[in-house]
């Protein structure tokens, strides 16, 4: 049974889309059918990210309207071959998104998709609303910092009273806390929350944590999720995510500080 | 420690309840009308208990669809916890949809009350109607102290109190999320975050950090006091005398299990015992 993923936060600017499209990859890579939806009408950033920009036709809302199918709209990803976008629209606005044909949409993918990952727009309004009410799964990005996760767990609330499964009496969504941005050395240093911290406030499974790097930007601005970096910190922290979603147990890695190349040099006296 | 205050009080309640009068058997008429209503104020029945009086549609159609009615009202964030009134038959079918049942007229106790389990469970409250003074409510067996020899079959007596069931609930209490113990006392096992508000015309209850506000004694009740695990909290108020913590919580108290009353119109927040 194909399982649809909401990555949700509330706040914007916290690493949806990067996740997104580094998760779908990550699902992708390990041989299941993987589709990745934006759902971020007026504003769709997923294409850039995956480096598809280019080879935009038909987006979400031609396929509502019927002025495409679904099949002409999917776009197949470079890197992946598991892995389709289906872009949102840049031209038309939040509200020609509409849940009964968000599910119906959901409802087709479902037959040829393993995983379908939905990414949220930012806040709470009908944007986000559509992404995540049929979601059987949440990922929950937030940042180091109390806006962040005021604003997740916002979101938790909106999950557990109204999605579908909610509505609807069912087992509840699944959350996993997904930790983006994350700095030890500015936690240590008390200009950030732990991930204790977080957790203590959130109390959901954590699903991993992201570091802090300069190469998101880089992969970003080239088009490549950042799971697909070499020798990178968040590709390897993005394939541990994606490990523990399919049930593998693996440690914790990069929720603490580096050591200084002094450091190592004198063997952690 | 205040030691003249008593620790607790039991007193009877007549609570109000709302009830929706059924005046139409035919459902999807009663639908539609419903949903245009309900569409003017879509949170306005969040969750509170409803019963629904059949006294009017009593001659008539015997088989209203209470699941589907059921259901439709959970759509609309209303929560039907019973029926009163109505024929024998649709009752019995009200039972079958794993409604309760309320006296029509004076007390015929229902063998079967049970609350449906897919209903949002901690609204599934069940009501004494004000009309009806002094008639037992929600009955536990405990409380019941006239039984008669065979239970089953003939109408129970019963005790003339009225106790609105605790709301328990089991799940945090995110950000923007409210709940009302209405007539009731609150009890809370999960956390309850910054932001989010717990509200009971009882006491409540809080078996974990309270971040967000507790406003106890709702409508007046100065007796109503706060118990918690561990105070964190933005707001606390009973019987409208509130307190917010610019500065920050006491240190004495801050973090630590903690109950709260009024003295007149003090708010008194002092750490518990051990």
């Known amino acids: 049974m194909a399982k649809v993923i909401v990555v949700t936060s509330g706040k914007g600017g916290v690493g949806k889309t990067t996740t997104s499209a580094s998760f779908a990859s990550g699902l992708a890579m390990r041989g299941n059918k993987t589709v990745v939806i934006d759902f971020d009408v007026g504003l769709r950033n997923l294409d850039l990210i995956m480096g598809c920009e280019r080879r935009v036709v038909y987006d979400i809302i031609n396929v509502i309207n019927g002025e495409a199918s679904l099949k002409q709209a999917l776009i197949k990803d470079k890197n992946c071959d598991n892995l389709y976008v289906l872009p949102a629209s840049q031209t038309r606005d939040k509200e020609a998104l509409k849940l009964d044909v968000v599910g119906q949409i959901l409802d087709e993918l479902k037959e040829s998709f393993d995983f379908i990952v939905c990414d949220s727009p930012a806040g709470i309004e009908s944007g986000a609303f559509n992404a995540m009410y049929y979601a059987d799964e949440a990922l929950v990005v937030t940042n180091p910092e109390v806006s962040s996760v005021r604003d997740s767990d916002r979101i938790l609330g909106i999950l557990a009273a109204k999605s579908k499964r909610a509505v609807e009496g069912r087992d509840p969504v699944k959350e996993h806390l997904l930790v983006t941005r994350y700095d030890p050395k500015r936690v240590n240093s008390g200009e950030m929350l732990s991930v204790g911290d977080i957790q203590e406030i959130l109390r959901i499974p954590l699903l991993g944590v992201i570091p802090e790097s300069s190469s998101v930007l880089q992969a970003s601005n080239s088009g490549t999720p950042a799971i697909h970096l070499e020798k990178s910190d968040v590709a390897e922290a993005y394939r541990d995510v994606v490990g523990r979603f399919m049930g593998e147990e693996l440690p914790m890695r990069f929720t603490a500080e580096k050591a200084g190349f002094f450091k190592r040099l004198l063997g952690g006296i | ?274």
């Open chain 2, 1 to 274: 420690m205040n030691s003249e205050a008593p620790a607790f009080k039991i007193k009877t309640a007549n609570l109000p309840v709302l009830q929706l009068h059924i005046i139409t058997p035919d459902l999807p008429l009663l639908k539609k009308a419903l949903a245009l209503r309900l569409n003017q104020t879509p949170d306005f029945f969040a969750s509170t208990p409803i019963v629904l009086e059949l006294s009017a549609i009593a001659e008539s159609d015997p088989s209203l669809d209470f699941s589907a009615l059921v259901a439709f009202m959970r759509k609309h964030g209303m929560c039907a916890a019973g029926v009163s009134g109505g024929s024998e038959k649709q009752r019995a079918a009200a039972v079958q949809s794993g409604l309760g049942l309320f006296p029509a007229a004076f007390v015929r106790n229902p063998s079967k009350r049970e609350t449906d389990p897919s209903l949002a469970a901690p609204a599934a409250l069940l009501h004494a109607q004000p009309e009806l003074p002094g008639i037992a409510a929600e009955i536990t067996p405990e409380v019941i102290s006239v039984q008669p020899e065979t239970p089953k079959e003939s109408p129970r007596k019963t005790v003339q109190t009225v106790i609105r069931p605790t709301l328990v609930i089991d799940k945090p209490v995110r950000t923007g999320q409210s709940i009302y113990a209405e007539g009731a006392d609150l009890v809370l096992l999960a956390i309850a975050n910054a932001g989010s508000e717990l509200i009971a015309d009882g006491d409540i209850h809080v078996y974990a950090p309270l971040r967000g506000k507790a406003i106890a004694g709702a409508h007046g009740n100065a007796a109503a006091r706060i118990f918690v695990h561990k105070l964190e909290a933005e707001l606390l108020s009973i019987a409208g005398c509130f307190k917010v913590f610019e500065d920050g919580i006491p240190e004495e108290v801050r973090g630590k299990a903690a109950q709260i009353h009024l003295e007149g119109t003090r708010l008194v927040i002092e750490a518990l015992p051990g």
